[in-house]
């Protein structure tokens, strides 16, 4: 099923879509309802996060939307409400983050400094949690939140996941059982997943736009509009304003074009092992 998150959103356009349809402004509905226009904003921006399925009632008869119309946004706000299993793991993973890349049907992604989060294998997760000065539990949970993000890779409706990894992130990987795992998971994931590609980019490359920092772009269906995440140490930030979302599409495809094809990529990853 589709990330509660991303149906959230879904729902607040419905919302916003059935209003302009109705000809009401957003002062008009909610003067109708005796609401104040801020509380109806927040719910068509999707600042509040979880309707009432008696609020969504409500504007759903002041906009005069009936019949299988009605059904199906009454639907969407009870799907909405749904407790995913990212909100047990917040304290190791941006739980607005998880949600959209859920929901996702295409994730382009540069790791920066970092294995990709999906391409990790659990030996280099529990190394980065280790790092950030996790204990044991919380490292563990971090694994375990890890192992179940990379089912996206399985799901269905995700049509790409398109990962660029910077070849030092894999130098620094100094513990040799680390290394090996986590090459072996990128060469099988490239060998044989049909949605995965994965790209290196040499050391030998020097300064390139990417030095700014990680980020991942993520596309959705039904004509919404992608998003970026950009990440940082103090859990990151969702880039939604159309032209910077642009901007890191248009470092996307650059950071693209100046790393090795897929072929030479699997060949690096194997000699990197074979060194190891």
Same mark, same amino acid.
């Given at each position: ?166 070849? #030092? ?41 990417? &030095?700014?920092?990680? &980020?991942?772009?993520?596309? &959705? ?7 970026? &995440? ?14 910077? @979302? ?17 072929? #030479?990529? @699997? ?10």
């Amino acid at each position: 099923m589709t990330s509660p998150i991303v149906r959230r959103r879904r729902l607040s356009a419905e919302l916003r879509r059935w209003r302009v349809r109705a000809g009401m402004t957003l002062s008009d509905a909610a003067e109708e309802l005796d609401w104040s226009p801020a509380k109806l904003g927040h719910i068509e921006t999707g600042i509040r996060k979880k309707l009432s399925i008696p609020e969504v009632s409500a504007l759903l008869q002041l906009y005069g939307v009936t019949g299988g119309q009605r059904e199906a946004i009454l639907t969407l706000a009870r799907e909405a409400r749904t407790r995913p299993w990212w909100s047990d793991y917040e304290n190791v993973v941006s739980s607005a983050y998880v949600g959209n890349e859920a929901g996702a049907v295409a994730i382009d992604t540069y790791g920066g400094a970092l294995i990709p989060d999906l391409l990790q294998a659990p030996e280099y997760t529990a190394l980065l949690a280790r790092s950030r000065g996790y204990n044991g539990r919380l490292t563990d949970r971090m694994v375990a939140a890890y192992l179940n993000r990379q089912e996206n890779l399985d799901r269905d409706t995700l049509t790409r996941y398109h990962a660029l990894v910077e070849e #030092d992130a894999l130098q620094r990987v100094t513990d040799p059982e680390t290394r090996h795992a986590q090459l072996s998971r990128m060469i099988e994931l490239a060998e044989e997943h049909e949605r995965v590609t994965i790209q290196l980019l040499s050391s030998s490359l020097g300064p390139h736009a990417g &030095f700014a920092g990680p &980020f991942t772009v993520l596309g &959705f269906d039904e004509g919404e509009s992608s998003l970026v &995440f950009v990440d940082n140490p103090h859990g990151g930030t969702i880039v939604e304003a159309e032209a910077d @979302v642009a901007s890191y599409q248009e470092v996307w495809h650059d950071l693209v074009g100046m790393a090795a094809d897929r072929q #030479d990529t @699997v060949t690096v990853l194997r000699r990197l092992d074979l060194l190891t």
